[in-house]
């Protein structure tokens, strides 16, 4: 049988415009893990009480009871206890069948750079630690960011993820919307990454 989850509530002074585009991931510890994007950036027509000097990460909430409820919201962080810096971007995790781990993928970003849904570059892959949900920091790896000639608008986010059944190698596909010119996003190259994970340890 279906039912509701208990609401996992924002204040608009956390975050200006709610929580989007959730990350969702199955630990092997049972845990259900949410990871959220926020958002810092101040428009006077949304009415929101954020403050302008509000840094902007990605957040997260936990479930131990099969997604029944959930943590509070806070926000993400390595277990180093520092937090994963983001911008209001799409993320994803996959686990891979090649070694059993789970990776997120994603945008994290210089804190005082980040503003709203900017930048979104550069694109890294981390793995999850599978008991309390962190990530591990000595594993985020630079997919891809910006290049010489590439404006500050390029995209490196909307990217679709899937694993290739026969060499358990993770694909990822973009447009780097708004590669060369900020006013036409759509302006911009195809890509496709292959990212060969290890073998299991």
Not at 29 to 41: A, E
Not at 42 to 60: A, C, D, G, L, T
Not at 136 to 148: G, P
Request: charged share 25%.
């Amino acid at each position: 049988d279906l039912s509701f989850a208990e609401p996992i509530m924002v204040d608009d002074r956390v975050s200006s415009r709610c929580f989007a585009e959730s990350a969702i991931a199955e630990l092997k510890s049972g845990k259900i893990l949410v990871v959220f994007r926020g958002d810092n950036h101040v428009f006077p027509q949304w009415n929101s009480r954020i403050s302008p000097y509000m840094p902007e990460y990605k957040w997260y909430s936990l479930s131990d009871d099969g997604g029944k409820t959930f943590s509070p919201p806070v926000p993400w962080h390595y277990e180093t206890r520092e937090v994963v810096y983001s911008s209001a971007t799409f993320s994803n995790f996959i686990r891979s069948s090649k070694n059993g781990k789970l990776y997120w993928i994603g945008n994290i970003t210089e804190p005082q750079k980040t503003d709203g849904n900017f930048p979104r570059f550069p694109l890294q892959i981390a793995e999850v630690d599978e008991e309390w949900g962190c990530l591990k920091k000595d594993t985020v790896t630079v997919i891809d960011t910006r290049r010489e000639g590439e404006t500050d608008w390029m995209q490196l986010s909307n990217f679709n993820l899937l694993e290739d059944r026969e060499t358990g190698n993770i694909e990822i596909r973009l447009t780097k919307l708004g590669q060369y010119d900020g006013t036409r996003p759509f302006y911009a190259d195809a890509w496709e990454y292959t990212l060969i994970l290890p073998e299991k340890e």
